[in-house]
Antibody
Framework: QVQLVQSGAEVKKPGASVKVSCKAS????????ISWVRQAPGQGLEWMGW????????KYAQKIQGRVSMTTDTSTSTAYMELRSLRSDDTAVYYC????????????????WGQGTLVTVSS | EIVLTQSPGTLSLSPGERATLSCRAS???????LAWYQQKPGQAPRLLIY???SRATGIPDRFSGSGSGTDFTLTISRLEPEDFAVFYC?????????FGGGTKVEIK
């Protein structure tokens, strides 16, 4: 069965960086892209960006472009999201989510989600 | 950026009743690239509908989606106790992908 298992909760100080991992299993990792979506406490969902697990192409939301990097390690079927220069309003649960479209070159909808990783930014 | 506005913010209904949720886009969503998700407290979202009207794998047929252009609807024909949650629409026709603010369906 398809599973996305994310790394554990993090507490960071303002200005620091965080790197969250998302290990996939149960399907061919390079056949489906991965997006990252975050949710601030009590708030809605915000798409952060997408990475093609086939060729590493990325597409980032303009709001965080310049502070975010998405990468993959195909040897371990793991996707990573690094967010730099953290601010208090980056406090959120971060989700990785699998694209619902096979071998897409564009982010679509998300059919499987990780369990979420809480990142707290506090001095 | 396409802004999605969901209404109502909260829907108070009883089990067995019909729920109608609205998602309105600030501009036309190309190719009806609209999805719906259900999220329960402490859980990740679950895909219900994609392509405006196609049910995801394993989703009961009491969930249905409709609409095109700028107006989309999620209908739950008869609410079951496990359906009470927050529902989000999402467009994937243009970048950035965006989500609506959510509709909470609560037990009356």
């Amino acid at each position: 069965q398809v599973q996305l298992v994310q790394s554990g909760a993090e507490v960071k100080k303002p200005g620091a960086s965080v790197k969250v991992s998302c290990k996939a299993s149960g399907y061919s990792f390079t056949s489906y892209g991965i997006s990252w979506v975050r949710q601030a406490p009590g708030q809605g969902l915000e798409w952060m960006g997408w990475i093609s697990t086939h060729n590493g192409n990325t597409k980032y939301a303009q709001k965080i472009q310049g502070r975010v990097s998405m990468t993959t390690d195909t040897s371990t079927s793991t996707a990573y999201m690094e967010l730099r220069s953290l601010r208090s309003d980056d406090t959120a649960v971060y989700y990785c989510a699998r694209e619902g479209v096979y071998s897409s070159s564009w982010p679509y909808y998300f059919d499987y989600w990780g369990q979420g990783t809480l990142v707290t930014v506090s001095s | 950026e396409i802004v999605l506005t969901q209404s109502p913010g909260t829907l108070s209904l009883s089990p067995g009743e019909r729920a109608t949720l609205s998602c309105r886009a600030s501009q036309s969503v190309s190719s009806s690239y609209l999805a719906w998700y259900q999220q329960k407290p402490g859980q990740a979202p679950r895909l219900l509908i994609y392509g405006a009207s196609s049910r995801a794998t394993g989703i009961p047929d009491r969930f249905s989606g409709s609409g095109s252009g700028t107006d989309f609807t999620l209908t739950i024909s008869r609410l079951e106790p496990e359906d009470f949650a927050v529902f989000y629409c999402q467009q994937y026709g243009s970048s950035p992908l965006t989500f609506g603010g959510g509709t909470k369906v609560e037990i009356k």
